[in-house]
């Protein structure tokens, strides 16, 4: 039976990654990752 009482999961996700060449063998990187959200357990009753 699904939920009526208009409640929703949600979810986000992000990330972002910056590149910095400082010479031609060497790198940098910093990488950022974000993520978030709400859910609702849905389990099953049991009922003897």
């Known amino acids: ?21 400082i010479t ?3 790198e ?3 990488n950022y990752r974000y993520g978030g959200g709400s859910s609702i357990y849905q389990g099953t009753e049991n009922t003897y």
Request: hydrophobic share 35%; no cysteine.
């Open 28 to 30: 940098a990187l910093y």
């Open 24 to 26: 031609d063998k060497i």
């Open 1 to 21: 039976m699904p939920f009526s009482d208009g409640r929703d999961a949600k979810s986000i996700k992000a990330d972002a990654t910056l590149h910095y060449r």
